[in-house]
């Protein structure tokens, strides 16, 4: 038994292509080969306690760490080291040791189980090599791209530096220009506004006149009305006829109340009529417009809307629109036929307006103004331009400002977005829009160029705001690769780029994967 548990395994390192046997007990590696001693009593690697060496791999735990047993499955804690000559070494769980399955490419778990293994380590290693070689040609053609993107990047930023100084010392004389046109403006406006206020107080003048001689016309028209007997004189007794100038409104106009219009005089003339006219004029109506007869309304109850049922569809508009117009116009027949009314000229409004309508301005005030206007247009193009160059000088100083990288490598994303396509989504990435440089727990701080966090996204439906990490990894094209939702409103992208490629080593590939040595 104790032979058996002590079986050293044949352990190869390359040393000018020749394999030399190192014999250790079965488990253990190669960094820990001098704590176990065949001529020395083995310590524990805790220190917890020492034991014979024999009892080392008797399929007996006696170290609390498991470290005896290291070639079988004793110790629930313990661990075994596959060598995996051609390639990688691991440990796997003492646990696996002679299950019944191989978990080391080269056997070695299962030695006394039974199992019939294949030592595959030669193959895993051969393809290892293969991708491992694919990265580094990978890495290389990144990393001379990262080195043109750098270069490019430096160019573009001195050229936008050199931009900026020429745009703010243009900034300068358009600045300058626009205060110039600011008062060649304000010039040109005033003298537009004087003329302008002449032309009105002309205009107001000129309306207050024709106001006025119709106001004349209006009293002169009224006097010749009220003066029922043509004396050349109104009496009381004429002007009480009128009973819309009832002072109070009481339906009656007394002697009084007329007296009381005219001044206290029994009668007035044409001269003396004026100051009764301002009494009346507001109230009076003359006797050559009679009113209008007022629109007699249709009492609400005897509004019937067509009945709709829910199976029947409701009368078209068009018809009953037809029969509106139709008995609108059998209403206008009647009055016009029945009342024999004289004709009326119902076009107060369109005179009114034209007479309220200012009249063009004259020759030098149309000067005037059209030289303000072109100033104001020049003043305002100049300040609109002023503007322009405010934010083309801003959103260059925004980008000069952003963290592009330690040798600004990424300044080329800049205002650029990437996509990648999927069955049920699109994913837009747009890498410096409201991105903030993020960096993986045990990562170095030079490292932090490797994350991207974008937070406070729209939130999800009873759920937190959504978030997304970028992972960034060396590629010699820019693109989103990858999607995935490790939590809830969580994402998680991955995203190649030539900016993040590290120039590579010089050494090459050992043709025998990794041997220990």
Not at 388 to 405: A, P, T, W, Y
Request: hydrophobic share 25%; charged share 35%.
């Amino acid at each position: 038994m104790t032979c058996l548990h002590l079986l050293l395994t044949l352990v190869f390192a390359v040393s000018l292509g020749t394999p030399v046997e190192i014999q250790r007990p079965r488990g253990v590696p190669l960094t820990k080969k001098q704590f176990y001693e065949e001529s020395k009593p083995f310590t524990c690697l805790d220190g917890s306690r020492t034991i014979p060496f024999d009892r080392v791999n008797d399929d007996y735990c006696d170290c609390k760490d498991g470290s005896d047993e290291p070639g079988t499955a004793a110790c629930p804690n313990g661990s075994f080291h596959c060598t995996n000559a051609g390639y990688r070494p691991m440990f796997i769980p003492s646990s696996r040791i002679n299950d019944g399955i191989c978990d080391c490419c080269d056997t070695t778990d299962e030695y006394n189980s039974g199992a019939k293994c294949e030592n595959t380590c030669k193959e895993l290693g051969r393809k290892e090599r293969e991708v491992l070689q694919k990265m580094a040609e990978i890495t290389k053609e990144g990393f001379l791209l990262k080195q043109q993107l750098i270069e490019e990047a430096k160019k573009g930023r001195e050229e936008k530096q050199g931009k900026v100084t020429d745009m703010q010392e243009n900034k300068k004389q358009l600045e300058e220009k626009v205060e110039a046109l600011r008062t060649v403006k304000e010039a040109a406006e005033q003298p537009e506004k004087e003329a302008k206020e002449r032309h009105l107080k002309a205009w107001e003048e000129q309306k207050a006149a024709i106001r006025l001689e119709k106001d004349k016309a209006k009293m002169a028209e009224a006097f010749l009305e009220l003066d029922d007997n043509s004396d050349g004189f109104v009496s009381v007794s004429e002007l009480q006829s009128h009973a819309e100038l009832d002072p109070d409104a009481d339906g009656t106009l007394t002697e009084t109340e007329v007296q009381g219009l005219m001044g206290g005089a029994a009668q007035v003339d044409t001269s003396t009529f004026e100051s009764v006219w301002t009494n009346i004029k507001d109230k009076y109506h003359s006797e050559s417009q009679p009113e209008e007869p007022a629109p007699v309304e249709t009492p609400p109850d005897e509004v019937k809307e067509p009945a709709v049922d829910n199976d029947s569809e409701p009368y078209p508009e068009d018809d009953i629109s037809e029969e509106d117009d139709e008995d609108e116009d059998d209403e206008d027949d009647y009055h016009e036929d029945d009342d024999k009314a004289p004709p009326t000229v119902k076009t107060p409004e369109k005179s009114h307006e034209d007479e309220e309508a200012m009249p063009p301005y004259d020759p030098d005030t149309q000067a005037l103004i059209e030289a303000a206007q072109k100033a104001r247009d020049d003043f305002e193009d100049s300040e609109k331009a002023l503007r322009v160059m405010d934010d083309q000088i801003r959103n260059i100083e925004k980008e000069l400002s952003f963290d592009f990288g330690p040798d600004a490598e990424f300044t080329y994303m800049y205002s650029q977005c990437y996509e990648l396509s999927t069955s049920e989504y699109i994913y837009r990435l747009c890498p410096f829009n409201r991105a903030l440089w993020g960096r993986e727990k045990n990562r170095p701080e030079n490292n932090k160029y490797l994350v991207m966090k974008y937070e406070h996204g729209t939130g999800c439906w009873q759920g937190p705001n959504r978030s997304t990490t970028v992972k960034l990894t060396c590629g010699k094209e820019t693109v989103v690769t990858s999607t995935s939702e490790p939590s809830r409103c969580e994402y998680l992208m991955e995203f190649t780029t030539p900016a993040v490629c590290q120039e590579p080593a010089n050494t090459e590939p050992s043709p025998h994967g990794h041997e220990e040595l």
